[in-house]
């Protein structure tokens, strides 16, 4: 009897294809993240270009079924064409949001998740200069900010611990004097430690 299971073990070994992957996702497991990107459209170094790009970190902790909670902090910055300059908009948010895995593949390497975040923080104006090179006042006010983002994130393991990331999020933010909406796309890495 030994010997039949035996065999028929190997013979199942050598009869399926594919290969032994480590346990991904599973509820409690936690990872940090890195991202960077693009904020409103390309951002090129003209004058006369109004986007901006974006970096930030966070923890995510995995729930049941590939959810998970995404708690982070994030700097955004955006530009608005004055005459020959540009002036500088700078966010910094705080976010904690709960993503929602609405596809994956069966061997667990490729997920796309849809997420909703709260977001509070501070935008500043130029640095909080007031007055701008040629005499002339800035109105927009230093200010608190808060509101929300949606996300869509395709995330895909590069190895058991290393995730290569794409993102797209669309973020509303109230009590800012420079707009409410701004779309951003990029990339990061997460990496599981635990």
Known sequence: MKRITIILTLALCFAL???????????????????????????????????GYYFGASMATYAKNCNKWVFGAEYLERYYPYKDSRIPVAQFTGEGGYFLNILADGSKTFFLSLGGSALAGYETSNWGEKTLYDGSALRNKDAFIYGGAITL??????????????????????????????????????????
């Open 17 to 51: 294809p594919g290969g032994a992957y480590a346990q991904r996702c599973l509820p409690g497991m936690r990872s940090i993240q890195v991202t960077g990107g693009m904020a409103d459209g390309i951002y090129s170094s003209a004058t006369q270009n109004e986007t």
């Open 153 to 194: 994130e395709i995330e895909t393991y590069l190895t058991d611990r290393v995730i290569l990331l794409i993102t797209g999020r669309e973020r509303v933010l109230w009590g800012n004097s420079t707009g409410r909406f701004h779309t951003q796309f990029g990339v990061g890495l997460r990496f599981m430690v635990d």
